[in-house]
């Protein structure tokens, strides 16, 4: 299947299928956590039989091939850029490294919270789609709404809103912190399936990052199984969700 990019599903930041979606969450207060996001490549492993990114249980030689991957996949996006970003992809770009930046902080504060493997490693390459955004941000000359903002703090208050209601939701317990999870990487991945660009350098760059989601979402669907819990999709169809864990 084709894969269409995403340019202009998000208003301010927040993506217009996220906030039907957490409506019934209620607020939460946010988290204070301090990390650094760093260039690089997403790295590949496997979590209880999902594919899971720098997943407890990866081979090294997978590991280092998929970051590999994500990395050459960065450089190649940034070789084709050529200065001129039309609005919608600009603002595609702006509202994608809060998302990336979004996930990332929940998914650390959830891991530090409940010592999951699935969160910690995902936390990890969410860093890095971020890294990966944030330059191609840069490299337009755009700024990047991320820039000076702790984990748990985003300039937009709607988005700040929605990540207190997602890590209220996430710190009531493992299963409801894992059904955030999927929640996220479903919305990412609709996101991104949503809307279409012609710049070949935003396509090469969003087309890693919904594969990325799809092993994510994967991943959180297998550690809700070893709950005993059985994940239904929430912004997905059914038959999408099946075609991406297998279901």
Same mark, same amino acid.
């Given at each position: 299947m084709d894969k269409k990019i995403r340019a202009a599903a998000i208003v301010g930041g927040v993506s217009l299928a996220l906030v039907p979606a957490v409506a019934a969450l209620g607020g939460?207060?946010? #988290?204070?956590y301090t990390t650094t996001v760093s260039a690089g490549g997403t790295t590949t492993g496997s979590a209880g039989g999902a594919t899971t990114e720098n997943g407890p249980g990866a081979r090294n030689g997978a590991t280092?091939?998929?970051?590999? %991957?994500?990395? !050459?996949?960065?450089?190649? #996006? =940034? @070789?084709? &850029?050529?200065? +001129? /970003?039309?609005?919608?992809?600009?603002?595609?770009?702006? @509202?994608? &490294?809060?998302?990336?930046? $979004?996930a990332h902080d929940l998914y650390l504060t959830l891991g530090d919270q409940y010592d999951l493997g699935a969160f910690q490693a995902i936390a990890v390459a969410e860093s890095r789609h971020e890294a990966s955004v944030s330059a191609l941000l840069d490299a337009y000359g755009l700024?990047?709404?991320? +820039?000076?903002?702790? !984990?748990?703090?985003?300039?937009?208050? %709607? =988005?700040?809103?929605?990540?207190?209601?997602?890590?209220?939701?996430? $710190?009531?317990?493992?299963?409801?912190? $894992?059904?955030?999870?999927? =929640? &996220?990487?479903?919305?990412? /991945? %609709?996101d991104l399936r949503e809307l279409a660009t012609d710049e070949a350098s935003v396509n090469l760059v969003f087309d890693h990052l919904e594969s990325a989601s799809e092993n994510h979402l994967q991943a959180f669907v297998v550690s809700l199984d070893r709950l005993g819990v059985t994940y239904d999709a929430q912004v997905l169809t059914d038959a999408q969700l099946a075609e991406i864990v297998g279901g």
């Open positions: 939460g207060a946010g #988290a204070t280092d091939r998929n970051r590999h %991957s994500m990395a !050459v996949g960065t450089a190649a #996006a =940034l @070789a084709l &850029v050529d200065g +001129d /970003i039309s609005d919608a992809d600009a603002q595609a770009l702006a @509202a994608m &490294v809060e998302e990336e930046k $979004l700024s990047d709404p991320t +820039d000076g903002q702790a !984990v748990g703090e985003f300039a937009d208050p %709607s =988005l700040q809103s929605l990540y207190d209601a997602l890590l209220a939701q996430g $710190l009531t317990s493992q299963e409801q912190a $894992l059904t955030v999870g999927g =929640l &996220v990487e479903e919305t990412d /991945i %609709s």
